[in-house]
């Protein structure tokens, strides 16, 4: 990413670049870049003086600056006076050409395979492609995964209900409250219990800032690929203080085994609501610094804006789901669509895209983050009362301090940690919407105390069969920006 | 049953219809695989969410059920499609053809289960390694063990 930074000239403003024209004549203007001066503490310092208006963004932009262009005197380097206008601007960059034209009388003896990864620090993990270039352009695309497959949903059937959450938490390691909340919500369903009120608010907060926290990593790990190394140490600044909470709360960082059948393992901790409080406080405004960096910025548009497109209908044929599929318009939300938790009650948007392409999964991701927000706040201003889990004591663990004194509390925690409970026998599939789309869980049960089959519908696996299609034609320059865009979590692909 | 159902269950009158916890459940015949498939996607389950299996051993005659979660984005509504697969030549037909979204559920099933799928344009392994014995999910495949110092029967599962 080139970001030369244009000289301050005296005075402190920015020479005049007006941004509207920028050279991609086919491009849709872009929008005119924010006016926002006003920096939050830890963000990059201002380059104006207080109280002056920047009105300009501080980025190189080819064509955009005076022209400075001074014919020189060095021999064999000098443009000869036969160069074209054209040629000329190709040669210093204000033209981007990168438009390959097809050329059908290419044999397949210039076609060449070229295999990216699973060991390339942008494949998200170890995910394996396989691409058949022609010069610079990808004809075909495999995926090829299992690099981390690890069996869980053999080790599910091993494990009993109760530590069933252990192992699917481990599973999509960014958003490891989804993953249980779907196994919890299976599980409840074959009980035939709910969960009390508080239980469900209590979900509903912990996975809607999980969310938060994935879509942070996401916007860094997608700005890190492109180049905009700066978003990459951004979203993961801010994704630390989410953590906290989530180590405050559940004692891990990561994998917390939080989300139990039956309910969540622990309440909320003392003073929660100025820990979630100071998030929403800080988000936000962080949020704009992001779009002040990225939004109207002209080389993160050339890099995302028209790549890696997936229309509507390819997204619905290959099954994909969440912002991938939001991106590409259709307007699809698990949140809306088959309510869980009690979400409905919560009042939210489902952002959606127009045109699929990585730029629009950028911004649905985005306003997403500012949806999670919203809801963390109804949820956190109406928390109802009462037990954080269901009073079933088959279920549940009795409180520590009833083990002392009851022998039948001492009984049901014995058995409840050696036995597990047992399920009625059924099978039933349940989905809740995570980071990457539709995350199902299709637990089947004989009536024992553990699963007899529990099969996880990963959507990082769906999303993956997009990426031929997405990349069909395109540069290879192209391929880390849409894998990003995807946001696969080879934990989740691979299981 | 959903309303949006019955002109599906009209046509085919070998399937049986269940209620699951409140979700309508198929339980189609394995030749009438395809032909059912493709007339609920006719009546707008244009998603096909899921492809899963489930290995009954010997609790049930017919040892594997082949399991498909759809999803229909206009009707609002989910249908789950069950199979059951012998023993013998375990195979049912693909439903890439109809959803290209099946390809790589059909392929993870066919790697854990050995259950081929008629008519799909890569049945390959997707999770396990191409030289790998056996198919890890069916319940008669071990879940392997280490080696452990000191224990008497110098293996844990």
Redesign the interface.
């Known amino acids: 990413m080139v970001d030369e930074m244009t000289g301050m000239t005296e005075g402190g403003r920015p020479p005049s670049n007006p941004p509207s024209e920028t050279p991609e004549g086919g491009r849709p203007p872009s929008t005119p870049p924010s006016e926002k001066t006003a920096m939050t503490e830890g963000g990059p310092p201002p380059s104006t003086p207080p109280g002056e208006t920047r009105d300009t963004l501080d980025i190189w932009v080819a064509g955009t600056e005076e022209p400075q262009f001074q014919p020189t005197d060095e021999g064999t380097q000098e443009f000869g006076p036969d160069e074209t206008e054209a040629r000329l601007d190709e040669q210093f960059g204000r033209v981007v050409d990168d438009d390959y034209i097809f050329d059908d009388e290419v044999s397949d003896d210039e076609r060449s395979v070229l295999n990216m990864g699973p060991q390339h620090p942008s494949t998200h993990g170890v995910l394996r492609l396989q691409l058949e270039l022609e010069g610079e352009v990808i004809r075909r695309t495999k995926p090829i995964?299992?690099y981390l497959?690890t069996?869980m949903?053999?080790?599910a059937e091993?494990l009993s209900f109760y530590q069933g959450p252990t192992n699917v938490t481990r599973m999509d390691y960014l958003a490891p409250l989804h993953c249980e909340l779907a196994y919890s919500l299976a599980v409840e369903?074959?009980l035939g219990i709910e969960v009390p009120p508080r239980a469900a608010a209590i979900r509903i907060l912990m996975t809607e800032l999980n969310r938060v926290s994935s879509h942070l990593v996401a916007l860094a790990t997608n700005g890190m690929d492109i180049g905009a190394l700066s978003m990459m140490i951004y979203g993961f600044r801010e994704r630390e203080s989410i953590l906290a909470f989530f180590e405050k709360t559940t004692g891990l960082r990561m994998n917390h085994n939080y989300i139990r059948p039956g309910g969540v393992a622990a309440d909320l901790p003392p003073r929660w609501k100025d820990d979630v409080a100071a998030i929403l406080d800080d988000l936000p405004g962080r949020l704009d610094d992001y779009d002040d960096l990225l939004k109207a910025n002209p080389i993160w548009i050339a890099r995302t804006q028209g790549v890696g497109v997936i229309s509507a209908e390819e997204a619905?044929?290959?099954?994909?789901?969440g912002p991938a599929l939001r991106a590409a318009g259709?307007d699809?939300d698990l949140r809306r669509?088959?309510p869980y938790s009690g979400i409905d009650q919560y009042e939210f948007d489902v952002p959606v895209g127009k045109s699929g392409d990585v730029y629009d999964r950028y911004r649905v991701r985005v306003d997403e983050i500012l949806e999670s927000l919203k809801i963390v706040e109804q949820v956190m201003d109406a928390i109802p009362k009462g037990d954080y889990r269901v009073a079933d004591a088959k279920i549940t663990p009795p409180p520590r301090g009833r083990i002392d004194e009851s022998m039948e509390a001492l009984i049901h925690h014995f058995k409840l940690f050696t036995e597990g409970f047992k399920v009625p026998s059924?099978?039933?599939?349940v989905?809740v919407e995570s980071p990457r789309g539709?995350l199902?869980c299709?637990l089947?049960s004989?009536g024992e105390a553990q699963p007899?089959?529990m099969?996880t519908?990963a959507p990082s696996?769906?999303n993956?069969?997009a990426l031929p299609i997405a990349m069909a034609d395109s540069l290879v320059a192209d391929t880390i920006a849409t894998i990003a865009s995807m946001d696969p979590v080879m934990g989740d692909v691979?299981? | 049953m959903n309303p949006v159902l019955e002109s599906l269950a009209a046509g085919f009158d070998t399937v049986a219809w269940e209620e699951?916890?409140g979700?309508d459940v198929a339980r189609v015949p394995g030749e009438d695989w395809e032909a059912f498939a493709r007339a609920a996607k006719e009546i707008g389950f244009?998603?096909?969410?899921?492809v899963?299996a489930?290995?009954w051993l010997r609790?049930r005659p017919e040892r594997y059920e082949v399991?498909a979660?759809l999803?229909s984005?206009a009707h609002?509504t989910?249908l789950?499609m069950i199979t059951s697969v012998g023993r013998e030549d375990p195979t049912v037909a693909s439903l890439t053809p109809i959803?290209?979204?099946?390809?790589?559920?059909e392929r993870?099933v066919y790697d854990?289960f050995g259950i081929h799928f008629d008519g799909h344009p890569d049945l390959t392994?997707?999770?396990?390694?191409d030289e790998w014995e056996g198919h890890?999910?069916r319940k008669d495949f071990g879940?392997g063990s280490v080696p452990v110092q000191f224990k008497e029967s110098h293996q844990v599962s």
Request: include cysteine; aromatic fraction near 14%.
């Open positions: 995964i299992g497959h069996g949903e053999k080790t091993q369903r074959l619905i044929a290959f099954s994909i789901t259709v699809w669509a088959f059924g099978e039933t599939y989905a539709e199902g299709y089947v004989d007899y089959r099969h519908r696996f769906y993956l069969q691979d299981r | 699951s916890h979700q244009e998603v096909c969410a899921d899963t489930v290995d609790q399991v979660n999803l984005i609002r989910r789950r959803w290209p979204g099946a390809g790589f559920a993870e854990m392994r997707i999770l396990m390694p890890p999910l879940v």
